[in-house]
């Protein structure tokens, strides 16, 4: 049986399970539940846990482990003068068995010994997955069995059930800090290796960006340029340029929304400005290159500036466009949640409208406008497409918004594009960007919670 087949089955085990527990849980009382500890969804729940959740772990560390456990197999019984040519021989043979298995092209002829490979890790498969079946059916009808005969009237089903659900929050909560910082210490070790080929002060304070190696000691330009200012650079003079457009606009936009529009214009024009939230980042950058920039260089042109085709603003200003739905919205949800009592206080003391928004509604709405234009700062620092097409890929050291520069982002897809060794620091040091670009935000969130923290203390 298939993997996601056995799964759905497993899934409608569980819950026939749970009517079965919930249906035991009424007839043991004779329709008395007040004589049960719990509900009765609570003994079907029960049920239904203690049925399926075995063969669900069984499922899990079985996909888990099949793959290593069959390759191990299969390596062993290869040929000698297959596994005597090196570790990365073997894996060259391993994936061309695995593509075999799939269907898939390989990239030579295979020999008899890699189809015979093949064919030894379909069966090892078959017979596996069979076994998993057979194993998983079992589990369900025995624990479920088992949980269906423990339910009686002093059962604690709801504090069973209380309790997995708690392990269960706790392991999504250590799995997403767990894979947070597996995430920072895959980069921190990445650039550790990096800046042991590059001093990280030539880094940090290097005015020439040109990460372009060569292959051979006899070639120009064969130690490189790792200064990262003119990336830094460029990378909050755009995100800089697009607060500007999206603050104001959005702020003002969700102020009116919440606070001046009719219930008939909020309905439509919410929409409408969230709209823009889905639009993709590519058609942004196709908007940036073909309609914003030519108009930014007529009008310089016009005006006599001499505006480069790709430049800082024309990116910035696009990229704002983008950001305003994100501001709008999070601060119109801050906005309306406001307390109803705060705003009749005031003017019940003769404050108006205007008066109102700005001396009680805005100070007490602040600490999550500045979450939200957090989000936005974090969004603008991690945009690539739109400064792909619009700013270009020149690190030019410049503060000029009518030049082309470049982002950090940016530079990180360019450095890990294609098939790249990662043993030479013009790949390490994409690692040592997202690592750089980590420490701002990071910076950036401990003032935002400071400023919140400060406001918060004022207002509550």
């Known amino acids: 049986m298939q993997i996601d087949i056995l799964f759905i089955t497993l899934m409608l085990l569980s819950s026939a ?48 482990f099949e793959p290593a456990i069959i390759t191990n ?35 030579t002829e295979p ?17 596996s997955h069979m076994l998993l079946t057979i194993f998983s059916l079992l589990l369900v009808f025995g624990f479920g069995l088992v949980s269906v005969r423990k339910i009686h009237p002093q059962l604690r089903a709801r504090n069973v059930v209380e309790q997995v659900i708690k392990v269960f929050l706790f392991l999504c909560a250590c799995i997403a800090i767990l894979s947070t910082l597996g995430i920072v210490m895959s980069v921190l070790f990445e650039s550790i290796r990096f800046f042991k080929m590059i001093p990280i002060d030539d880094f940090l304070f290097g005015l020439t960006w040109s990460p372009q190696t060569a292959m051979r000691e006899d070639q120009v330009g064969s130690s490189g340029a790792f ?22 606009v959005g702020l003002m936009s969700a102020i009116y929304l919440s606070e001046y529009a009719s219930t008939k214009v909020r309905g439509i024009a919410k929409p409408l400005l969230e709209v823009l939230a889905g639009i993709p980042t590519v058609v942004y950058g196709f908007f940036a290159a073909l309609t914003v920039a030519p108009l930014l260089r007529g009008a310089g042109i016009s005006l006599g500036l001499d505006i480069a085709s790709e430049s800082a603003l024309a990116a910035g200003l696009v990229m704002g466009i983008m950001i305003i739905p994100l501001v709008s919205s999070l601060s119109d949800d801050v906005i309306n949640a406001v307390p109803q009592a705060m705003r009749d206080g005031a003017y019940g003391l003769g404050a108006t409208k205007s008066e109102t928004i700005r001396k009680v509604i805005f100070p007490a709405a602040l600490p999550g406008i500045v979450g939200g234009i957090l989000l936005a700062v974090s969004r603008a620092l991690g945009e690539t497409m739109i400064v792909v097409m619009a700013a270009g890929l020149a690190a030019n050291l410049t503060a000029n918004p009518l030049d082309a520069v470049t982002t950090v982002t940016v530079q990180i897809v360019t450095l890990l594009t294609g098939d790249q060794e990662f043993d030479s620091a013009k790949t390490l040091a994409a690692f040592a960007l997202g690592l750089v670009l980590f420490v701002i935000t990071l910076l950036l969130n401990v003032i935002a919670l400071r400023v919140v923290r400060k406001y918060r203390e004022q207002y509550e």
């Open 111 to 127: 020999s008899a010994e890699i189809i015979a490979a093949a064919d030894q890790y379909k069966s090892l498969q078959a017979t």
């Open 17 to 64: 399970a749970f009517f079965i527990g919930r249906q035991r849980a009424s007839k043991i009382v004779q329709g008395q539940i007040q004589s049960l500890h719990s509900l009765p969804s609570f003994y079907g729940f029960f049920a239904a846990i203690w049925s399926g959740l075995p063969a669900i772990l069984l499922l899990a560390a079985w996909v888990v």
């Open 73 to 107: 197999i299969v390596i062993a019984n290869l040929p000698e003068h297959i596994t005597s040519l090196g570790q990365s021989h073997v894996n060259l043979v391993v994936n061309d068995i695995h593509n075999l298995t799939l269907g898939n092209l390989t990239a």
């Open 227 to 248: 200064g990262a200012i003119p990336l830094f650079t460029g990378t909050l003079l755009i995100s800089f340029i697009a607060m500007m457009v999206a603050v104001p």
